[in-house]
């Protein structure tokens, strides 16, 4: 299992596993497929969203190990 990291780029967790994007969209990023959002970190963009990365990396990390 990949351990997804707030430094990684949106377009590297996509990589990892496409149904990552789900969880983005649910929690607001509905930027996702933008092509800048692909190099952006998930740190940034849920900077730029008023979202708690910790919440959306322990979500992601939680998925991955289902």
Do not use: W
Request: proline share 3%; net charge negative; with cysteine.
């Amino acid at each position: 299992m990949a351990k997804v990291t707030k430094n990684m780029l949106i377009g590297q967790l996509l990589q990892i596993d496409p149904n990552i994007a789900a969880i983005l969209m649910r929690a607001g990023m509905h930027c996702i497929g933008c092509p800048s959002s692909q190099m952006e970190s998930l740190e940034e963009a849920a900077m730029v969203h008023g979202m708690d990365v910790d919440v959306l990396v322990q979500q992601i990390n939680d998925f991955l190990g289902e």
